[in-house]
Each structure stands twice: as structure tokens, then as C-alpha cells.
């Protein structure tokens, strides 16, 4: 006998009991964001997706503003219920092949500039604070805030100089039945490849040494005491610190592209940087900060005509 056909919905509420088991909390709760925002509204009570209405959608959620990958991310989440649901016969599924328009615009990332990065630097060697010091940290290892907010004095080891990035904090929505509400996690980070040790320059080490003898290992390092605080604070203390400065508005995230951009201007080999960043393949460095200049491309030119 054939299974009873189920709308989407229907189908969304049974896929992500399976899904919980198997993912992390952050993960459940972006998929579940995506599916109230987005899917449930669109297609919650159809039970077929034609390849037609996903492509409408998908020009629909471009002239509402998304970008290219947060559609993307959206479809992905859309197919894997669609793959569940078929496999119990609730829904017809046939892969569909979606369509996106051109991207001509360049995509550009935020950095200091080499004479507001040293601004910075000499505004918190002057001025210590907590806080100040991981933004400090941010600048000398490139982490993100999530896991600046997760960082532990024990997570230092002075003695070999090395920071261990082994956690992030962040605030996720929970969905307990029909309540939505947020909540503060301490998780893993990001990838596999974000569990990282990152060497500490001789200058952090100065910082940190006198510091490290006289705290509680297990305080967290911008509060110095056993609560974090969550990112969301941070970021808003750092733009404060960014006006207060008269520095441009620069996003907390920059501190890190700024980190990445100095290495690669600094000759620092790609895959090395990479793995300092945490990124979970080479590709991701290469496209975010590896675009030669004109002056290199002249040379590459010319170095390539000499050998003729």
C-alpha cells in the first residue's frame, strides 16, 4: 500500500527529529531558522516542488536582497527534506537545476590599512583593558569572536607560546515546540580544521607573561572572571573602542581579514595561512585574500616574455 502523500511541513517536522540526533545544536538552529523564515512560508503546504516554483523562489529571495550563498544555503536545506521525505514516498522528488544570474560585482573584504592597524596597536599597548586585549589577540592570531569570547586563560600556554583554539561561543535560537527564544552555547568551533594551535608573536608574549602569573586559569580571558561575555556585547564595545579611536567603522570580523591580508602581504606561504585561520580548505584563503596587483602582474608578464 502506498505511503500517504505529506506537505512539506508535515515533512520538515519529521526530518528534523531525525536530523537533531546527528548535528550540532548550532547547526539544528540555523536549519530551523531557515526553514521558518524562508521554506515553510513558500512551500509548507505543497506536496510537490516543481523545478519552476524553486526557481521562482530563488529570483524572489535575490530581488529581496540575499545573496547568492544564503540561497544557496536555503536550497540545500530544501533538498535534503525533499530527499527524506521521497524515501518514505511522502513527496515526489526530482533533482532540479537551478539558475543564477551572473555575479559581476567583485567581492570585496574590509581591512585596516597598514597606518590606522598601527593606530590600533598603539592605542591598546597604551590602554589595557580586558577587552582590550583580545582585540589584541584578534589582530596578533586572527581568530573570530566566537572564539575570542570562548578563551580561557588555560587555553595559553605561554611556556611553548602557543594559543589552543579549541571552542566558540555564540547565541543561537532554540526551538522547544512552539517557542522560539535564544540562548547563549559553548561548542566546538566551526570545523574540524578550526581546532587549531596558533603560535604567539614575542610582543603577545610580553603582554600575556606578567599576566598569565596572577589570574585564574579557568576565568575567561576578556572578563577575567568565570562568565564570558557573548559576542554580541563584545562587537558592541569594539565599534564603541573603533569611534572613540576615529578610526573608519570596520566590522569585528575585519580584525581577522586584517591578520590575513598582513600575512599574505608579508610572503607567508598560502597553506600556512590557511591553516592559521582555520579555514577547512586552501581554496577559501586563496579566494578571500590572494588577488595579485598590477605591479605583480606586470612582473609575472614581463618574467614570462624573458623566458622566450
Not at 544570474?101 to 592597524?117: A, F, G
Request: aromatic share 10%; glycine share 4%; proline share 4%.
Amino acid at each position: 500500500m502506498q505511503n500517504k502523500k505529506k506537505s512539506l511541513s508535515e515533512i520538515s517536522i519529521l526530518w528534523k527529529l531525525e536530523k537533531k540526533q546527528f548535528v550540532k545544536k548550532s547547526t539544528f538552529s540555523a536549519y530551523s531558522l531557515l526553514l521558518e523564515n524562508h521554506l515553510i512560508p513558500y512551500f509548507g503546504c505543497h506536496t510537490e516542488v516543481l523545478e519552476k516554483e524553486v526557481q521562482d523562489f530563488v529570483m524572489g529571495k535575490l530581488n529581496d536582497g540575499l545573496s547568492q550563498k544564503s540561497v544557496k544555503d536555503i536550497l540545500i536545506v530544501l533538498k535534503m527534506i525533499l530527499r527524506f521525505g521521497s524515501k518514505s514516498d511522502w513527496i515526489n522528488y526530482k533533482p532540479f537545476n537551478i539558475q543564477f544570474p551572473v555575479e559581476i560585482k567583485k567581492r570585496s573584504i574590509d581591512v585596516l590599512t597598514r597606518n590606522n592597524q598601527k593606530l590600533l596597536m598603539e592605542y591598546l599597548d597604551k590602554n589595557f583593558t580586558f577587552k582590550n586585549l583580545g582585540i589584541q589577540i584578534c589582530l596578533y592570531t586572527g581568530i573570530r569572536i566566537g572564539e575570542v569570547c570562548a578563551l580561557t586563560w588555560q587555553d595559553i600556554d605561554i611556556e611553548n607560546g602557543l594559543i589552543n583554539i579549541n571552542r566558540t561561543l555564540q547565541r543561537i535560537y532554540s526551538f522547544e515546540e512552539t517557542n522560539r527564544k535564544t540562548e547563549i552555547i559553548m561548542d566546538s568551533p566551526k570545523t574540524k580544521q578550526s581546532l587549531r594551535e596558533i603560535p604567539i608573536s614575542k610582543d603577545l608574549i610580553k603582554i600575556l607573561k606578567p599576566i598569565m602569573k596572577i589570574v585564574n586559569q579557568n576565568y575567561f580571558i576578556l572578563t577575567n572572571d568565570s562568565k564570558p561575555t557573548e559576542p554580541r556585547t563584545y562587537r558592541n564595545y569594539y565599534h564603541e573602542l573603533i569611534k572613540e579611536i576615529g578610526l573608519p567603522p570596520l566590522k569585528f570580523h575585519g580584525l581577522r581579514h586584517s591578520f590575513a591580508t598582513r600575512c599574505i602581504e608579508n610572503k607567508c606561504d598560502y597553506k600556512t595561512v590557511s591553516v592559521l585561520l582555520g579555514h577547512s580548505n586552501i581554496s577559501t584563503t586563496l579566494n578571500l585574500y590572494v588577488h595579485p596587483n598590477l605591479e605583480q602582474k606586470r612582473k609575472a608578464i614581463d618574467s614570462m616574455l624573458k623566458g622566450l
